[in-house]
């Protein structure tokens, strides 16, 4: 079974300071995909990134920045020099390698940036 | 143009009413899903469909029946509505096992 964990509930930073959300998951597969998700307050699902198990390589795009590591089943997610647009709802996600396959999110991470 | 489109954005309806939500991608994607959130954000998958096929059907009341006429569209019709499902119902669709790309989802409010 899969199981997705986002232990941070809430984080709140001010602006400019650097954040990490955390995502541990569990699966049994041996291929699989993460990704990270963005919901801000207006509701809709950004996607974020899109990683697939056999890739461990970090990743960074601008100010974020993603840290896979399959030895401790994480794949953790920084904003570096936050702003306040940065605040919204992180879902960290995982799904089977098959089309139409089983996914299964975390409870999501509520980041506030305070200017 | 909208890559995922949703309609209604809004649903208010009594209980015990039968509604329809319809979503349709102009993405050339082979697959499509339904998801819903609930009040607590939490989103969890309802059915799968690839290629008209459902695939993954999960723990979900037959009250809800999917209905995918075409690669598409997935529409949800859901029967004898009750207040517990109140939620956001989002659709998505993706290309094999690429990323879900989300319509902006429909706020489904049963008095």
């Known amino acids: 079974a899969q199981k997705v964990t986002q232990a941070q509930t809430e984080i709140s930073v001010v602006e400019k300071e650097d954040v990490t959300l955390d995502c541990v998951y569990e699966?049994?597969?041996?291929?699989?995909?993460l990704f990270w998700y963005k919901q801000p307050p207006s509701g809709e699902l950004v996607f974020l990134i899109r990683?697939?198990?056999?890739?461990?390589q970090n990743e960074i795009s601008g100010r974020y920045s993603w840290n896979f590591q399959k030895s401790t089943s994480s794949f953790n997610f920084t904003i570096t020099a936050s702003q306040v647009v940065d605040s919204a709802v992180y879902f960290c996600?995982?799904?089977?390698?098959?089309?139409?396959?089983?996914?299964?999110f975390g409870d999501g991470t509520t980041l506030t940036v305070k200017p | 143009d909208t890559a995922v489109s949703q309609t209604p954005k809004y649903l208010v309806t009594q209980m015990g009413n039968d509604k329809s939500i319809k979503c349709e991608q102009n993405?050339?994607?082979?697959?499509m899903y339904w998801y819903k959130q609930d009040s607590k954000k939490f989103l969890k998958i309802m059915f799968s469909?690839?290629?008209?096929?459902?695939?993954i059907n999960e723990t979900v009341p037959n009250r809800f029946s999917p209905k995918s006429p075409d690669k598409a569209h997935l529409n949800l019709h859901i029967n004898s509505l009750e207040l517990g499902d109140s939620a956001v119902y989002f659709c998505?669709?993706?290309?094999?096992?690429?990323?879900?790309?989300f319509g902006p989802g429909t706020r489904l409010t049963v008095l």
């Open positions: 699966t049994r597969d041996t291929t699989y995909y």
């Open positions: 996600a995982l799904s089977e390698n098959t089309n139409a396959g089983k996914s299964t």
């Open positions: 993405l050339g994607h082979d697959t």
């Open positions: 469909y690839n290629n008209k096929e459902l695939i």
């Open positions: 990683r697939n198990s056999f890739d461990e």
């Open positions: 998505a669709s993706s290309h094999g096992t690429g990323f879900w790309f």
